[in-house]
């Protein structure tokens, strides 16, 4: 049978089965093509494309032949493998699809899959720094760079875009995501989905797209990694599915589950996430693949007994694809013989699994990845470090500039550049990069190098951590050594400036990073205070995966620019803002506490039976007695090297009805002297309903480019769509009442109006 040709069996079993194809399959090449294979596949052959491994042996050295090793290696042989991941470039790629494509009894190529979370080799943004960038062409261009790398590297699927909503700063998986917005969240889902998979999935430039991680794992309790969820119906509906529906939407071609439980159910063995919603309700036609082990993992949840348990309870959940728990691979046949679980469902979810196969073109060339002259070509281009540089300048957010410290002045200035991340090249990277090489980073003492008006002198200060950070193991934060600090206080004396750079390492954020302080880590507070004392002049560049809470920093610290960990460009971005070569324009995804006995804390909040009544006696309203409720920054928040006026709110009319479409009209005046771009921004209150509404929604924004003193009149509308909700009748609608319209450059708005929606339908 080896010798026959896969093609040659398809095109028998075709025509053997014409007579009975559907109308769908007809009418669809695919689905015919996927038919007819799985028509002479066997039970084994069928639960083996159900199986992921993780690359296992170095693949350019001899094959394995005993232990654990070995017998993945039989099983890639034997046709028991459908993915395999973290096998990167074309040579790797190409041994491993060889011996699936001509080893194998049926020849099915492999998908090859990889975490490209914000670039391949060469490293945009972090992605909640993206989201930073409100703008959904760049936010899709660097997923595009990514995927062209990585592609040319031999991969066809990514584990991206992680579109989990979070409010809570403590969870490190917060660097990977868009924050803390349903709205700006769906947006950003489908921007990444669409730049992953552009318009043609069989380009070999292009890779298959995964939402992660369904559902709820932003949510985890006390910010804590993998831990518990627990979270209502309508937190579920409104807050959390959104993103998820709109990468669907987007055309995403897989899903993967994830490490929480949700009502009690892990996430893994979660059927109504998985069926009823996702493939029922949505009616999903890509596949689901479990996060790292996380079918063998409901055993420790103590919701199955045992790996057979595990992998009945998986499948029947809607779990497609087991990624490295080898208990399909283990289990299934078994299941399936002694009737536990139908072969129906097992059909089912290779269908899935094989037609991605076919819309990526790997039956047509298992090998269409696996080019070296392409690979050479695109990998590092300078074309996709000028993309990712353009990512990296839209990413910054300027939280605080008082007395017009920034944009520097380009020469004659004598300046200190401090601080434990000042020419760091590896943190910059941000986690997640795993393909990227360390010290590839542009520092920012070399990106303000690279402008020569100025002197700079420059001091670490303090270490941030000791020993070589690593993605696999604790990072030890330095505390103890303070040699430099002196060297630090000396250099900053008598400067015109002092640029300190300072925030995490890249790899104290990210998986398994849960932090249950944001301070700045170690040493820096105290460095950055002894500096303070000698130069008031200070601007505190933070480089960070997360939120932080930089209170001491507000209230002292003239300028303050979130810069994130920025990716490969990082230090060119970074200098060509503080030089005002580019003015910031970024504004906050995700709102900054002032302490973490703050959080959970976001803007989209719901009102309390006893809310704030502003009245000074008042005692019994929800708050603390030792802080204000409030943020330091607030979700939205960005400051410009300009001014901008919002002016002359009005709507076409006072009430709206069923499909009607309502304007909403006002002034944005730029009232400084630099040309600049507001990220205008609309939200909304629905006052009384079935559930209780936030206080405020986002749900519209515009960016605008305005020169000094230009007004522009801005035009955004608000449909049925903008005002639904799933409502207590557990469908998604607009319910009749009022409602309040919110304009201005933040979540904390300067202009409002009302309107009054009538649904004449429900």
Known sequence: MKNISLLFILTAVFFSCKKEATVTSINDPITTKVDSLLAIMTLEEKVGQMNQYNGFWNVTGPAPKEGDAAARYDDLRNGRVGSMLNVTGVEEVRKVQKIAVEES??????????????????????????????????????????????????????????????????????????????????????????????????????????????????????????????????????????????AKEAGVRTFMNSFNILNGIPATGNALLQRDILKGDWDFSGFVVSDWGTIDEMISHGYAKDGKDAALKAIKAGSDMDM??????????????????????????????????????????????????????????????????????????????????????????????IGPLADDKTSPLGNWRIAADDSTAVSVLEGLNAYDGNRITHRQGVKLIEGTPSFTRETLINTTDRSGISQAVAAARGKDAVIMVLGEHGFLSGEARSRASLDLPGLQQELLEAVYKVNKNVILVLMNGRPLTINWADKNIPAIVEAWQLGSESGHAIAQVLYGDHTPSGKLPMTFPKDVGQLPLYYNYMNTGRPNTNNPGEVFWSHYIDMENTPLYPFGHGLSYTSFKYDKLKISKDSIQDEEVLEVSFELTNTGERTGTETAQLYIRDHVASRTRPVKELKKFMQVILKPGETQTIIMTISEEDLAFYTDHNRWQAETGNFSIFIGGSSETSLDTSFYYKNNIF
Not at 191 to 216: N, Y
Not at 368 to 384: A, L
């Open 324 to 417: 490295e728990s080898y208990h399909y691979l283990n289990h299934l046949k078994e299941l399936v013989e002694n009737g536990a679980v139908k072969e129906g469902l097992i059909d089912d979810a290779v269908r899935r699994i094989l037609r991605l196969k076919f819309e990526l073109g790997l039956f047509d060339d298992p090998y269409k990845y696996c080019d070296p002259e392409r690979e050479q070509e695109i990998v590092g281009s300078d074309e996709h470090h000028a993309a990712v540089l353009e990512m990296a300048k839209n990413s910054i957010v300027l939280l605080k500039n008082e007395n017009d410290l920034l944009p520097l002045k380009k020469e004659g200035l004598n300046i200190a550049l």
């Open 105 to 246: 009894r049926l020849g099915i190529p492999l998908i090859i899959g990889f975490d490209v979370i914000h670039g391949y080799k060469t490293i945009s943004p972090i992605p909640l720094a993206e989201a930073a960038s409100w703008n959904m062409e760049l936010i899709r261009r660097s997923a595009e760079v990514a995927a062209r790398e990585a592609a040319a590297s031999g991969i066809n699927w990514t584990f991206a875009p992680m579109v989990d909503i979070s409010r809570d700063a403590r969870w490190g998986r917060v660097m990977e995501g868009a924050g803390e917005d349903p709205y700006l969240g769906s947006l950003i889902a489908a921007a990444r989905v669409t730049g992953f998979q552009g318009d043609d999935l069989s380009s070999p430039l292009t890779i298959a797209a995964c939402a992660k991680h369904f559902a709820g794992y932003g949510f985890s309790e006390a910010g804590r990694d993998y831990n518990t969820v627990d979270v209502g119906t309508s937190t579920l509906y409104n807050t959390i599915l959104p993103p998820f529906k709109a």
